[in-house]
T-cell receptor, first 116, second 114 residues
Framework: AQSVTQLGSHVSVSEGALVLLRCNYS??????LFWYVQYPNQGLQLLLK??????LVKGINGFEAEFKKSETSFHLTKPSAHMSDAAEYFC??????????????FGQGTTLQVKP | DGGITQSPKYLFRKEGQNVTLSCEQN?????MYWYRQDPGQGLRLIYY???????QKGDIAEGYSVSREKKESFPLTVTSAQKNPTAFYLC?????????????FGPGTRLTVT
């Protein structure tokens, strides 16, 4: 069964600093991986996804993530944090096992704080 | 504009009452999902539907019920059997239920039961 672990429930960076949010997954089949962002009291918005092909995926708002099969990781990065990046970030893997339901399995979430 | 609407945004109920949360989409998506969000636990799947008139239990379906009579609508009923109903509920939809498609989320309904 697929699972996702996000390392660090809270990450704090200064404005202009590198953002690194960590995600490790477990999957018995080639995974489809997603990063979503959630602003307070709102729904989730897709930042980027990896399905097949190029392992470095670029998303919206300057974010990108690299799929590393050998490390079973899909870490999210942004070179320079903005105050508007403060939100909760979720990594997810798609359930593409034998059930093939299209379910998303989410990590616990990482809250990003950006300090001025 | 296409999207997903959930209503109401905030909902208050007394313990022992059933309550129905609305979810409507005009994206012509086949698949729809209900998630529950609790602090520090991420999102957990309650029910999902890949096609009209069909739905499946997710990971935490006990105490919840759904219907999918129309493609656009996927209401969730929180019954009195749900032990801890206070949570943030998110509805989502996608073009297909096979894992590669983006899920679009509604703005959520925050349910408080006292």
């Amino acid at each position: 069964a697929q699972s996702v672990t996000q390392l660090g429930s809270h990450v704090s960076v200064s404005e202009g600093a590198l953002v690194l949010l960590r995600c490790n997954y477990s999957s018995s089949v080639p995974p489809y991986l997603f990063w979503y962002v959630q602003y307070p009291n709102q729904g989730l918005q897709l930042l980027l996804k990896y399905t097949t092909g190029a392992t470095l995926v670029k998303g919206i708002n300057g974010f990108e993530a690299e799929f590393k099969k050998s490390e079973t990781s899909f870490h999210l990065t942004k070179p320079s944090a903005h105050m508007s990046d403060a939100a909760e970030y979720f990594c997810a893997v798609s359930d593409l096992g034998s059930s093939n339901t299209g379910k998303l399995i989410f990590g616990q979430g990482t809250t990003l704080q950006v300090k001025p | 504009d296409g999207g997903i609407t959930q209503s109401p945004k905030y909902l208050f109920r007394k313990e022992g009452q059933n309550v129905t949360l609305s979810c409507e989409q005009n994206l012509n998506h086949d698949a729809m999902y209900w998630y529950r969000q609790d602090p520090g636990q991420g999102l957990r799947l309650i029910y999902y539907s890949q096609i009209v008139n069909d739905f499946q239990k997710g990971d935490i379906a006990e105490g919840y019920s759904v219907s999918r009579e129309k493609k656009e609508s996927f209401p969730l009923t929180v019954t009195s059997a749900q032990k801890n109903p206070t949570a943030f509920y998110l509805c989502a939809s996608s073009t297909g239920g096979y894992g590669i498609n983006k899920q679009y989320f509604g703005p959520g309904t925050r349910l408080t039961v006292t």
